[in-house]
């Protein structure tokens, strides 16, 4: 790689690119390539690393406490809870529906890890989500009373796509 390209692409922000380039042109060396599919394979490297950039951004600013899916979730030691109708809640269509979800039950049987694995199901797929605790959030809204900004608090809870309430 020249000192140009490799500086061009530091001014870019193109860091998968400048990381795999040297790689992939071997590749391209070896198995023969057009200089078509060589850039297709820069710019599609790029674009899936701004892809997950773009969900760790979307998972650390909706707060989640943990990283739970539902697919690692103990449904075997938890017989109270419906795997279909948590597979049914996975395909987010309550999120396009704009209906809630409340998952009740004893302390200990899940119900934060089956919402945190919801949640995280709906950021994977683009929503804007949030992780809350019911306390922080009162606190939050009455401190908002305090200095004036309920409208902004309001605003923004009402630009998220998932409001977990824990």
């Known amino acids: ?4 390209l490799e500086q061009l692409l530091k001014n870019l922000k193109l860091r998968r690119v400048l990381e795999i380039y040297d790689e992939q042109l071997r590749a391209a060396d070896k198995d023969e390539i057009s ?4 850039v297709t394979r820069l710019v599609r490297a790029q674009w899936q ?3 997950e950039g773009a969900l760790e951004w979307r998972i650390r600013r909706a707060n989640l406490p943990e990283r739970w ?3 690692t979730f103990p449904f075997a030691r938890q017989p109270g809870v419906n795997r ?3 597979r049914g809640f996975a395909e987010l269509e309550f999120i396009a529906k704009a209906e809630n ?5 004893d302390t200990g049987r899940g119900k934060t890890g089956l919402a945190c694995g919801l949640l995280l199901k709906a ?3 683009g929503y804007r989500c949030q992780f ?3 306390q922080d959030l009162f606190d939050e809204m009455y401190a908002s009373l305090a200095d004036r900004s309920s409208r902004q608090l309001l605003k923004h809870l009402t630009r998220l796509d998932v409001l977990l309430i824990d």
């Open 1 to 4: 790689m020249t000192e140009e």
């Open 35 to 38: 200089y078509s599919d060589f």
């Open 49 to 51: 690393a701004k892809q």
């Open 69 to 71: 899916t539902l697919e």
């Open 84 to 86: 279909k109708q948590i």
């Open 101 to 105: 979800i409340v998952l009740v039950g």
């Open 123 to 125: 950021l994977e797929n």
């Open 132 to 134: 809350v605790k019911a």
